[in-house]
C-alpha cells in the first residue's frame, strides 16, 4: 500500500499535471479564440496557422506516414524553385535558344556553306571508323530525343498546348516525361563511351590557339585555318559541352530519374534547376555543332555518314591530321600507286578567297 508520504507526492504530481493541461487547454482555447476571431475580422486569413504548417516545426504537424519529409504540407522553397523555373529559366532559355537559331540562319544566309575550294580529287580518306560512328549516332539520336522532350517538358505549355488543346498536350507531355526518364540513362551511357572514343584526339595543342585566334576561318575573310584530327571549336565542344554539360546533366538528371534514395524536394528542386540550365546551355551548343555537322560545312555530315571524307577535305579542313594519316598510311585511296598530294593546304589559299 503507498505510504502517506507517497500519497502527498502523487498528489502533488497530479496537481502540477492538471496545471499543465489546463494552461495548455487554455492556450489552444485562445488560439483558437484568436483564430475565430480573426475569421470575423479578416475571412479566410487563416496565416498564422499557415505559416505554423510551412514551417513543420510545431509539434502538431506528424504523421504516420514514413518517407522524407512526410510531416512537411507545405515546402515554402517549392515556391521559390517553381518562380525560377517558371521565370528566368524559361524566359531566359527559351531567347537565347530563339536567338542562336536566329543567328545561325542569319550567318547562313549571308555566308552560305563552307565550301571546297579545290576540286575533290575522287581519292577517299576513312576519317571515322564504323565503332565512332556507330557510338556517334547513338548519342545523337538520344540527345535530340531528350532535348526535344525536355523542350515540350520546359516550354510545352506555353507553345504547344495552346495549339494541341489539354488532351492532346497531356498525352504528349506524359509521352514525352517516359520517352526522357527512359533514354536518359542511354545517353549517359554513350556520353562516356563518346568521351573514351574520342579523348585522344581532343586533347589541346599549340596550334589550336591559331584556330581560336582566326575563329576557325568562318568570319571575316574565310581563310583557311590548320588544325588536327578536330580543330580547337569541336575540342571546346567535346571538353565543355559533350564532358562537363554532359556529365551535369546526366548526373542530375539520374537523381531526379531514380528519386528513391531520400531526396528531399528541396534537393530535387535544386538539381531540376542546374538540370534544365544546363540542359539549355547544352541544345544550345548542339545546334551549332550540328549546323556545322549538316548544312554548314560541305561535306562534314558525310564523314560521319560514312566515314569516308575526300582527300581534299580532309587536306583543307585538317591539314596536319590529313598529314599525319598520309605519314603513317603511305597511300589513299585512289589510283593505286598514285600518290597523294601532300602540298600544304596553304598553297591552296588563292582558292578560299570567295
Ligand atoms: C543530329 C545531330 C548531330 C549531327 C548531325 C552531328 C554531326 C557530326 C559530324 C558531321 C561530325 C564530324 C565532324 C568532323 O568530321 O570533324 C561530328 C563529330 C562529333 N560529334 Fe556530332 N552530330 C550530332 C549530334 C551530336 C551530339 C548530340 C553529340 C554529343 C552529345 C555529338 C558529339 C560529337 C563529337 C564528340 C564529335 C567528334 C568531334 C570532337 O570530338 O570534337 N554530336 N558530329
Given at each position: 500500500?503507498?505510504?502517506?508520504?507517497?500519497m502527498g507526492?502523487?498528489?502533488?504530481l497530479?496537481?502540477v499535471?492538471?496545471?499543465?493541461?489546463?494552461?495548455?487547454s487554455?492556450?489552444a482555447?485562445?488560439?483558437s479564440?484568436?483564430?475565430?476571431e480573426?475569421?470575423a475580422?479578416?475571412?479566410?486569413n487563416?496565416?498564422?496557422?499557415w505559416?505554423?504548417?510551412r514551417?513543420?516545426?510545431?509539434p502538431y504537424?506528424t504523421?504516420?506516414?514514413?518517407?522524407?519529409e512526410?510531416n512537411?504540407?507545405?515546402?515554402?522553397?517549392?515556391?521559390?524553385?517553381?518562380?525560377?523555373?517558371n521565370?528566368?529559366?524559361?524566359?531566359?532559355?527559351?531567347?537565347?535558344?530563339?536567338?542562336?537559331?536566329a543567328?545561325?540562319?542569319l550567318y547562313?544566309?549571308?555566308?552560305?556553306?563552307?565550301?571546297?575550294?579545290?576540286?575533290?580529287?575522287?581519292?577517299?580518306?576513312?576519317?571515322?571508323n564504323s565503332w565512332?560512328?556507330?557510338?556517334?549516332w547513338?548519342?545523337?539520336?538520344?540527345?535530340?530525343?531528350l532535348?526535344?522532350?525536355?523542350l515540350?517538358i520546359?516550354?510545352?505549355?506555353?507553345v504547344v498546348?495552346?495549339v494541341?488543346?489539354?488532351t492532346?498536350?497531356s498525352?504528349?507531355?506524359?509521352?514525352?516525361?517516359?520517352?526522357h526518364?527512359f533514354?536518359?540513362?542511354l545517353?549517359?551511357v554513350c556520353?562516356?563511351?563518346?568521351f573514351?572514343?574520342f579523348?585522344?584526339?581532343?586533347?589541346?595543342?599549340?596550334?589550336?590557339?591559331?584556330?581560336?585566334?582566326?575563329l576557325?576561318?568562318f568570319?571575316?575573310?574565310r581563310?583557311?585555318?590548320?588544325?588536327?584530327?578536330?580543330?580547337?571549336?569541336e575540342?571546346?565542344?567535346?571538353?565543355?559541352?559533350?564532358?562537363?554539360?554532359?556529365?551535369?546533366?546526366?548526373?542530375?538528371?539520374?537523381?531526379?530519374?531514380?528519386a528513391n534514395?531520400g531526396?528531399?524536394r528541396?534537393?530535387?528542386?535544386?538539381?531540376?534547376?542546374?538540370?534544365?540550365?544546363?540542359?539549355?546551355?547544352?541544345i544550345v551548343?548542339?545546334?551549332?555543332h550540328?549546323?556545322v555537322?549538316?548544312?554548314?560545312?560541305?561535306?562534314?555530315?558525310?564523314t560521319?555518314?560514312t566515314?569516308?571524307?575526300?582527300?581534299t577535305?580532309a587536306?583543307?579542313?585538317h591539314?596536319?591530321w590529313?598529314?599525319d594519316y598520309?605519314a603513317s598510311?603511305?597511300s589513299i585511296?585512289?589510283?593505286?600507286?598514285?600518290?597523294?598530294s601532300t602540298?600544304?593546304?596553304?598553297a591552296?589559299?588563292?582558292?578560299?578567297?570567295?
Amino acid at each position: 500500500m503507498p505510504g502517506y508520504r507517497d500519497m502527498g507526492v502523487l498528489v502533488r504530481l497530479l496537481f502540477v499535471l492538471c496545471v499543465v493541461l489546463f494552461a495548455q487547454s487554455a492556450w489552444a482555447v485562445e488560439g483558437s479564440a484568436k483564430q475565430a476571431e480573426r475569421q470575423a475580422t479578416q475571412p479566410l486569413n487563416n496565416a498564422p496557422f499557415w505559416r505554423d504548417v510551412r514551417g513543420g516545426e510545431n509539434p502538431y504537424q506528424t504523421t504516420q506516414v514514413r518517407g522524407v519529409e512526410t510531416n512537411v504540407l507545405v515546402q515554402t522553397e517549392g515556391e521559390i524553385w517553381r518562380q525560377i523555373r517558371n521565370g528566368p529559366i524559361t524566359i531566359y532559355g527559351g531567347w537565347l535558344i530563339i536567338l542562336i537559331t536566329a543567328l545561325i540562319g542569319l550567318y547562313y544566309s549571308l555566308k552560305g556553306p563552307l565550301k571546297l575550294h579545290e576540286k575533290p580529287t575522287g581519292r577517299m580518306v576513312e576519317r571515322f571508323n564504323s565503332w565512332e560512328r556507330i557510338v556517334h549516332w547513338t548519342t545523337a539520336i538520344s540527345f535530340v530525343i531528350l532535348a526535344v522532350t525536355g523542350l515540350i517538358i520546359l516550354f510545352g505549355k506555353y507553345v504547344v498546348l495552346p495549339v494541341l488543346g489539354y488532351t492532346l498536350f497531356s498525352w504528349l507531355a506524359t509521352l514525352a516525361k517516359n520517352l526522357h526518364n527512359f533514354v536518359g540513362p542511354l545517353f549517359a551511357v554513350c556520353a562516356v563511351l563518346m568521351f573514351v572514343t574520342f579523348v585522344k584526339d581532343n586533347i589541346p595543342k599549340a596550334h589550336d590557339w591559331i584556330w581560336v585566334k582566326k575563329l576557325g576561318g568562318f568570319f571575316g575573310s574565310r581563310e583557311h585555318v590548320p588544325s588536327g584530327r578536330f580543330n580547337a571549336g569541336e575540342k571546346a565542344w567535346f571538353w565543355i559541352v559533350v564532358t562537363l554539360l554532359g556529365v551535369v546533366s546526366a548526373v542530375t538528371g539520374f537523381i531526379m530519374d531514380f528519386a528513391n534514395f531520400g531526396q528531399g524536394r528541396g534537393t530535387m528542386q535544386l538539381v531540376n534547376v542546374i538540370h534544365a540550365v544546363s540542359a539549355v546551355l547544352f541544345i544550345v551548343a548542339a545546334l551549332a555543332h550540328i549546323y556545322v555537322g549538316t548544312i554548314g560545312v560541305e561535306g562534314a555530315y558525310q564523314t560521319m555518314r560514312t566515314g569516308m571524307t575526300d582527300e581534299t577535305w580532309a587536306r583543307e579542313h585538317h591539314e596536319y591530321w590529313y598529314n599525319d594519316y598520309v605519314a603513317s598510311h603511305g597511300s589513299i585511296g585512289g589510283a593505286p600507286g598514285s600518290a597523294p598530294s601532300t602540298a600544304p593546304a596553304s598553297a591552296m589559299r588563292e582558292g578560299w578567297k570567295t
